[in-house]
């Protein structure tokens, strides 16, 4: 019933930025109600977490690789979330997810295994 559609990405150089865009959608889905998240994933690694912001809007985590370069934000008149990345690294190169959890608390948050919709993905790739 919840759609999520990412858009943003792109092939950008190292030191670039880019903006992500999760547009959230469906009859019965309440924006206001979920946890919203970003995670990635490179093959042959682990789904990694990147940022997660509660459904209250008010606890943020981030993965530590990432922190001071990139802000999670969620505007729910227009259900979307953003994921806004500064400084690209070769290292940021992944398919980003974005993920929704309903209700999802603050331990769960940083956790795949609590989310459930998730988007089919953007690539981002960054080049050195």
């Known amino acids: 019933q919840v759609q999520l559609v990412e858009s943003g990405g792109g092939l950008v150089q190292a030191g670039d930025s880019l903006r992500l865009s999760c547009a959230a959608s469906?009859?019965?889905?309440?924006?206001?109600?979920?946890?919203m998240g970003w995670f990635r994933q490179t093959p042959g690694k682990e789904r990694q977490i990147v940022a997660a912001?509660?459904?209250?809007?008010?606890?943020?985590d981030y993965t530590d690789s990432v922190k001071g370069r990139f802000t999670i934000s969620r505007d729910n008149a227009k259900n979307t979330v953003y994921l806004q990345m500064n400084s690209l690294k070769p290292e940021d190169t992944a398919v980003y997810y974005c993920?929704?959890?309903?209700?999802?608390?603050?331990?769960?948050?940083?956790?795949?295994?609590?989310?459930?919709?998730w988007g089919q993905g953007t690539q981002v790739t960054v080049s050195s």
């Open positions: 469906g009859r019965t889905f309440s924006f206001s109600r979920y946890t």
């Open positions: 993920v929704a959890g309903r209700f999802l608390g603050v331990q769960a948050m940083g956790h795949s295994s609590g989310y459930d919709y």
């Open positions: 912001i509660h459904w209250t809007g008010g606890p943020i």
